[in-house]
């Protein structure tokens, strides 16, 4: 198994570079705050949560019918049951991490992938939603106090965090391709398919070891992978757009963001494969993250299965770009990376 970097911290640093200029003022609202309460989201009301709203168009705005499901709300520890709301943390200060979380359109409502999500559980749960907004650090106290009853802020399942926390899986922690719209090149989970070409990577991180495990792979059978460096995401992509990179490697959910900015711009982009964040051997899951011994990851595990059951999960990624990122049931404290890599 390859020593991999964390992926959690990873993402929020490289997605976070991606999120584009209109977003700047808006994100800036966040404060400082590590335990500041959220709006709970737009448009939503009494059997019913909106996803995507205020998305600066990462996003499209679907209203999805969701109500509680007493079989499923019945399992809920006592506590939490008795106060009637579920504490919601993301760790999405200072800068916020697109599309998964930051501050909204309107400059104050958090919006996003992850809380999004944390809202359609709490509805099948029967309960209140309220946000905390906070930093990566900050989120795992929240939790550790009982400040935080569960997180929805892409936290990758790890052995090394089943130590401290309980787990209930709801999206694959992918890496993916991002290439010019017009391009023919396509991954097609084969690391051969990557000969000849030029792909830029961030220095440091778990792609760029992933990259050079290929290059190597490759070399080895007397074939060549040029892997480019840039100091941000802006040159990397006038990098792509000016064709001197075939493709990007990097996290799929700040790719799936990117693809939307660019759209409709001169070059436009498009997702060419994923990759799992755990490399071959094992698919890296994100999840739902309680402490351990609350019981909740039961309730929120049959929660987002009765999401993915009904329609409801397919739709809020497809609303946010992230469909590549589904998984086929939410398990409770799955499989994660390795002691030894984790």
Known sequence: MRTLRPRGRLIRTLTATAALTLLAGALAACGSDSGASATIGAGSSAGTVTVGSLSNGAAKETTLKV????SISADLPKAVADKGELVIGVGALPAGFAPLAYIGSDQKTLTGAEPDLGRLVAAVLGLKPQLKNSTWENLFVGIDSGKVDVAFSNVTDTEERKRKYEFASYREDNLAFEVLKDSTWNFADDYRNLAGRTVAVGSGTNQEKIQLEWRKKLRAEGKELTVKYFPDNNSTYLALGGGKI????????????HITQVATAPNPTRNAGKFSGA??????LIAATAKKDSGLAKPVAAAINHLIENGQYAKWLAAWNLSNEAVGTSEVDPPGLPLDNS
């Open 67 to 70: 109500t509680e499901v007493k």
């Open 246 to 257: 075939d493709a990007y490697f990097g996290p799929n959910p700040g790719i799936a963001y």
């Open 279 to 284: 490399g071959a051997s094992l698919q890296g």
